[in-house]
C-alpha cells in the first residue's frame, strides 16, 4: 500500500537527465568543431583505458529512439545539454546549421512525445579554439558564451522555456584548471580561480539575454553542492569542514544570492582576484528562477592534524553503502541542504538536476539487468526530497542522473549510472529494473511504490 506521505505536489516535474558529450558521438561529423574534451579524451593516459565519446551512445543518431524509450516510461521532462562546438565550431562567428539542425529536431520530437525539455547551455564540452585563446580563466570566454547563448536560445525558445547556464561550473573550474583529472587538464589554481569568475560572470550576463529571446523563460544554474560533516567535534574537523564547505558550496552560492566570494576561501588561495572588475558582482546576480542543485553524496570533513577527540565515540564515520565511485549513499544529507538552500539562502525554487548512482551491473540468462542497490538509492533520496516539500523547501522537480548509461569522463564506460543499460559494441538498450521502478513512481506521483 502506498503512503500518502510520500505523494509528491500535482505539478511536480520527473525527468531524467543526461549531457551532449556523454551520449551523442559524431564527434566530428556535420561540421561540429573539436570540444576540449574530445582533445583530452584523445590524449594518451587522460581517461581510463583510452576511452572516449567519439561514439558513447551514439544519441546523435539513435535521439527517436531514446525518445520513444522515455516516452513508454512516462518520463515528463528531458535535461540535455547542447554540444557548443556543435552549434559554432570554433566557438563564436560561423553557425553549423546542421547542429542548430539536430537540436531542433531533437526539440520537436520531444514535444511530440510530450515530454519537457529542459536544456543546459553550458555541461563542460568548451570548443578547444575558445580553449586555445586561453579558456575559461580568459574574460574573451564570456562574450563567446553570450553570442552562442544568444544564437542558440533565438534558435530553440520558441518552444524550449525552462534553461539552465552552466552545470557544475566548480567542476569545470577546479577539476578541469587545477586538479587536472578533466579537460583541459591543467594544474594551476590562479587559473582555476579566475575561471570560477569568468564562468559566473557568463552565466550572470546570459540570464537577460535568455529573457529577451524566450518567452516567459524558465532560467537557472545548475551546482554540485555536497554537505560536510566535521569528522568529530574537536576545532580542527569543524574548521575543515568550514573550510571544503566554503571551497564547494559557498564559493558559488554566495555570489549567486549578493553575499560575494568568501573572505575565507579567497584568503586561503591567496589569489589577488584582479580579473574581477567593477560591476561584476552585480552582473552575477542575475536573478534566476530556480537553483538546479546535483547531490550524490556528502562529504567527512577530516582535518590533517589527528586531535585527541578523533578517538572518542563522537567520531563520524561512513554508515551507509558505497557506491561503485567510492561515495557513501546518504539522503538525509539531500534532505539537509535543500533545508539550507532555502531557509539559509532564500533559493524559492529548487530543482534536482542530478541524483543517481553507479554500481556494477550484470545482464542475466533473461537478458534483463536487476540493479537494486541503484533503484534504493533513487527511491530514498526521492523520499528525502519528499520530506524537504513537507517542511516548506519548494523542490519543484527532479531529474535522475541518468537516462543512459554513458561515458563517465575520466572514467570512460568503467562507471554505469544509467537507469537504462547501453551495450556499448551493439547500442542496445536495456531497461533496468531502476527504470521500471521510477515509471510506477511516476504514474502514481509516488516514491513508496514497490
Not at 579558456?135 to 547563448?149: I, Q
Request: charged letters at 25%; hydrophobic letters at 40%.
Amino acid at each position: 500500500m502506498n503512503n500518502n506521505k510520500s505523494i509528491f505536489p500535482k505539478d511536480f516535474v520527473w525527468g531524467v537527465a543526461t549531457a551532449s558529450y556523454q551520449i551523442e558521438g559524431a564527434w566530428n561529423e556535420d561540421g561540429r568543431g573539436e570540444s576540449i574534451w574530445d582533445r583530452f579524451s584523445h590524449t594518451p593516459g587522460k581517461v581510463l583505458n583510452g576511452d572516449t565519446g567519439d561514439t558513447a551512445c551514439d544519441h546523435y543518431h539513435l535521439w527517436r529512439d531514446d525518445i520513444k524509450l522515455m516516452k513508454s516510461l512516462g518520463i515528463a521532462a528531458y535535461r540535455f545539454s547542447v554540444a557548443w562546438p556543435r552549434v559554432l565550431p570554433q566557438g563564436r562567428g560561423k553557425i553549423s546549421e546542421a547542429g542548430i539542425d539536430f537540436y531542433n529536431q531533437l526539440v520537436d520530437g520531444l514535444l511530440e512525445a510530450d515530454i519537457v525539455p529542459y536544456v543546459t547551455l553550458y555541461h563542460w564540452d568548451l570548443p578547444q579554439a575558445l580553449e586555445d585563446e586561453g579558456g575559461w580563466p580568459s574574460r574573451l570566454v564570456v562574450d563567446a558564451f553570450v553570442e552562442y547563448t544568444d544564437i542558440i536560445t533565438r534558435a530553440l525558445g520558441d518552444r524550449v522555456k525552462n534553461w539552465i547556464t552552466l552545470n557544475e561550473p566548480w567542476v569545470s573550474a577546479f577539476v578541469g584548471y587545477r586538479d587536472g583529472r578533466h579537460a583541459p587538464g591543467h594544474m594551476d589554481l590562479d587559473k582555476a580561480v579566475a575561471a570560477s569568475h569568468h564562468l559566473l560572470l557568463s552565466h550572470g550576463r546570459s540570464v537577460p539575454v535568455i529573457r529577451d529571446n524566450v518567452k516567459d523563460a524558465n532560467v537557472g544554474i545548475t551546482l554540485n553542492l555536497t554537505p560536510q560533516v566535521p569528522a568529530s567535534p574537536s576545532v580542527v574537523d569543524k574548521k575543515a569542514a568550514t573550510w571544503v564547505d566554503g571551497y564547494i558550496n559557498r564559493f558559488f552560492l554566495d555570489p549567486l544570492t549578493g553575499r560575494g566570494y568568501p573572505q575565507d576561501i579567497v584568503n586561503s588561495f591567496g589569489n589577488s582576484m584582479d580579473f574581477v572588475q567593477p560591476g561584476d558582482m552585480d552582473t552575477i546576480l542575475a536573478p534566476i528562477d530556480f537553483l538546479g542543485v546535483n547531490y550524490y553524496t556528502r562529504n567527512i570533513a577530516r582535518s590533517e592534524i589527528t586531535p585527541e577527540e578523533q578517538n572518542q565515540p563522537q567520531t563520524v564515520f561512513r554508515e551507509g553503502a558505497i557506491t561503485e565511485m567510492d561515495w557513501e549513499v546518504y539522503p538525509k544529507g539531500l534532505y539537509n541542504l535543500l533545508g539550507r538552500l532555502h531557509f539559509d539562502y532564500g533559493f524559492q525554487s529548487i530543482f534536482i538536476t542530478e541524483n543517481g548512482a553507479a554500481f556494477p551491473d550484470e545482464v542475466n540468462s533473461d537478458g534483463e539487468v536487476d540493479d537494486p542497490a541503484r533503484l534504493s538509492y533513487i527511491k530514498e533520496h526521492l523520499k528525502m526530497v519528499n520530506e524537504a516539500i513537507s517542511i516548506g523547501v519548494p523542490v519543484n522537480g527532479y531529474f535522475v542522473w541518468s537516462l543512459l548509461d554513458n561515458f563517465e569522463w575520466g572514467f570512460g564506460y568503467s562507471k554505469r549510472f544509467g537507469i537504462v543499460r547501453v551495450d556499448f559494441e551493439t547500442q542496445k538498450r536495456t531497461l533496468k529494473s531502476s527504470a521500471k521502478w521510477y515509471s510506477k513512481a511516476i504514474q502514481v506521483n509516488n516514491a513508496d511504490v514497490e
